[in-house]
């Protein structure tokens, strides 16, 4: 079960290196209060108990080689996460259900990739879309029309303890109504608009009852050739 380098067998697993495994998994109720760092340390500890070892960095303090998808803000949900493990010689279905066993509650995997190297979905994602339960039907349809005739969007946060004020409409690529509330998608990556931000500011200038936590992270993209193509898409193609 256990993907452990074999000495006697270099050469053998040399040829098949170039190789990784993606799982895509739900970050929801109570894991969503773990904050990124605290993701990252226990991914290390979930994997370890699946019996699957991925390759180590190397250097005088070794490190598992995990990549993930940009961080998530505290308190929003998730079914669209992302990890990568620098892993081979192992079937990425038994790897999926090996991780499933191995979770706390608010942790599952939904689906896994083999890619031949790092998708390094990290600098790769550029935007994502994310569910606003909005109650009022009425209100779905004055914030969706705002958006679409707005050119200019400035929301204010706290950021190192200083109130900042941001305009923020270019990063806010879409905004359609949906059953229940609205979808927006949102520059995602080094160009990054939080969820939890936008939120406040809809929150004081329409009136929405949402929390943080009613917000559900429902896909992420990656930018490709001018356009946007959907993270498993993109991990499909290896």
């Given at each position: ?29 109570p ?21 699957f ?38 079937d ?14 608010g ?44 050119d200019k ?12 004020e ?26 990054n ?46």
């Amino acid at each position: 079960m256990q993907s452990l380098r074999n000495s006697e067998n270099d050469e053998m697993y040399d040829l098949r290196r170039q190789e990784m495994i993606t799982l895509k998994y739900e970050k929801k109720y109570p894991f969503v209060y773990v904050s990124h760092i605290d993701v990252l340390r226990g991914m290390v500890r979930i994997i370890r108990r699946t019996g699957f070892i991925p390759e180590f960095s190397k250097g005088f303090n070794p490190h598992m080689l995990l990549f993930f998808s940009p961080p998530l803000a505290v308190g929003v949900a998730s079914e669209c996460e992302y990890v990568t493990a620098d892993i081979s010689g192992v079937d990425e279905k038994e790897f999926l259900e090996a991780f499933n066993k191995s979770c706390p509650a608010g942790v599952r995997a939904t689906a896994s990739y083999v890619t031949e190297k790092n998708p390094n979905l990290a600098g790769n994602i550029a935007a994502s879309d994310y569910l606003f339960p909005v109650k009022d039907p009425a209100r779905t349809a004055e914030i969706v029309s705002f958006f679409e005739k707005c050119d200019k969007y400035t929301i204010e946060f706290t950021q190192k303890k200083e109130i900042v004020e941001k305009e923020v409409r270019g990063q806010i690529k879409a905004v359609k109504p949906v059953n229940g509330g609205i979808t927006f998608t949102l520059a995602t990556g080094n160009d990054n608009l939080r969820a939890d931000r936008l939120l406040a500011g809809l929150k004081k200038d329409f009136g929405i009852e949402t929390e943080t936590t009613d917000i559900l992270k429902i896909a992420q993209y990656v930018a490709e050739g001018g356009g946007y193509t959907n993270a498993d898409e993109y991990l499909k193609r290896g």
